[in-house]
């Protein structure tokens, strides 16, 4: 690990973290912890108040009410935002480079500012997108100007990388090469906190996931947890099943469509099973695992009524 | 790299366990042998594009289990006497009995008209009944 700065818990922390638009409340109340090392997705719809959570982090929004850390400092505080923003690297829907400035200045310029800019990332990201090291980088296609973000971005050796949506509008191969850079800062000892839409390739790199609905944590946990604990039980009923039958530790929602019964458990799936085999009239219950996407559609579905 | 296929984050199986259990296989059926090196975290996070914590994860487990040596600062190496190697003979045999008990198994329930989508399901039931239980449950304990 080439970070040789203190080992601390968590890159970010917030509490109770809130931001009204005049009376709409994009941010309610959230409080999260993001841990050092780990690449965290950040999921939630559109409006779910990911990005103004992003930019409350960086220092660019004051929250209305509720505190943040980010690598230590306080994301209320003018000055520790500004040290702060040295050691974390942002890329979000805005790729802002100085228009005047060629590529090659731009990477000079940008090099300049930070001591643990990482040579070997830059040249083989400037080899790998070809790009055009003479060009003003105002007449850079988008494509381009997105590549030399992430050059700029993940060349800078940043304990932190922030990435809002980071693979939106990149064609797939590039979408992949984005991961593939992500998996090798965080081999380097970043931390890596992206938001994102698309589940499966949050499925692929994130070791833990935050999903936030209606700006409110609605779920918080690893990836493994979700492929070894998280099941959805069907089980074919002739007789109605009554509510509250299945009052068990690790039901987080019960549909009843028809005969059908179907439970999803976020764990303790085999005694779950048990006691669905177990209800009068009962027959086969089928234990199925679960996808991300299935588990963030269902979270997004409201309150579990059990 | 072509040793090792990229893990499917949608099969209910932890990705660690995937690589894992890929990892088991290339040293049962000889891909790799006793002193082979494996590649190093970084680039088999890179070329899997996974998360190399999921790939330290797998190799201080496979190390505890005999199965790798990790030498400090140069890398993950098959054990010379791990137990994988010792196994290789007894393993093959064992993986062939295994196919040909599922030939049999799944050549009985098409007999009965069981369809392949149902057969899977079943199976995956078992499976997920009870085999993954040994692990912890909440997420957000740290």
Not at chain 1, 77 to 86: A, G, L, V
Not at chain 1, 137 to 161: D, I, N, P, V, Y
Request: contains cysteine; hydrophobic residues 40%.
């Amino acid at each position: 690990m080439e970070h040789s700065t203190l080992k601390r818990a968590h890159a970010i922390e917030t509490e109770g973290l809130t931001k009204f638009y005049g009376t709409f409340e994009a941010v309610r109340g959230l409080t999260m912890r993001v841990p050092a090392g780990t690449i965290t997705g950040f999921l939630g719809q559109n409006g779910a108040g990911k990005s103004s959570t992003i930019r409350m982090l960086l220092g660019m929004m004051k929250p209305t009410a509720g505190t943040g850390r980010v690598l230590d400092f306080d994301i209320a505080e003018e000055r520790p935002s500004i040290e702060m923003r040295k050691r974390v690297a942002y890329v979000g829907e805005d790729k802002r480079l100085y228009d005047y400035m060629t590529v090659r200045q731009m990477i000079a310029f940008t090099k300049s500012f930070y001591p643990t800019w990482n040579d070997d990332v830059g040249k083989k990201l400037l080899d790998e997108f070809r790009l055009p090291l003479d060009r003003p980088t105002k007449k850079l296609s988008k494509g381009m100007r997105t590549q030399t973000a992430l050059l700029l971005a993940f060349s800078r050796g940043a304990e932190l990388l922030i990435l809002d949506e980071p693979t939106e509008g990149l064609d797939p191969v590039m979408a992949e090469k984005l991961l593939e850079l992500v998996v090798g800062a965080a081999a380097d000892g970043a931390t890596i906190f992206f938001s994102s839409h698309n589940v499966a390739e949050v499925e692929q790199i994130a070791d833990r996931i935050l999903l936030i609905d209606r700006g409110q944590l609605v779920l918080d946990t690893t990836l493994d947890l979700i492929s070894q604990d998280f099941r959805r039980l069907r089980g074919v009923y002739d007789m109605p099943f009554p509510p509250g039958a299945l009052a068990v530790d690790g039901v987080e929602r019960v549909t009843v469509d028809g005969r059908v019964v179907s439970v999803l458990a976020s764990h303790n799936s085999s005694a779950i099973a048990e006691r669905m085999r177990a209800h009068q009239g009962g027959g086969t219950v089928e234990i199925i695992p679960l996808t991300l996407k299935e588990i963030v559609l269902e979270s997004l579905r409201g309150e579990p009524h059990v | 790299m072509t040793l090792f296929l990229k893990p499917n984050p949608a099969n209910g199986v932890p990705i660690y366990l995937q690589l894992k259990e890929q990892i088991m296989h290339a040293c049962e059926t000889g891909a790799l042998k006793a002193g082979d090196s494996l590649p190093g975290i970084r680039v088999l996070a890179e070329s899997l594009v996974i998360n190399p914590n999921t790939v330290a994860r797998v190799y201080r487990e496979l190390e505890q289990e005999g199965v790798l040596e990790l030498r400090h600062g140069i890398g993950a190496f098959v054990a010379a006497t791990g137990r994988t190697t010792r196994w290789t003979a007894a393993r093959t045999g064992q993986m062939q009995a295994a196919q040909k008990a599922a030939k049999e198994f799944v050549g009985e329930l098409r007999r009965r008209r069981i369809e392949p989508d149902e057969i899977r399901r079943l199976v995956e039931a078992e499976l997920s009944s009870g085999a993954r239980q040994r692990f912890g449950r909440t997420g957000s304990g740290d």
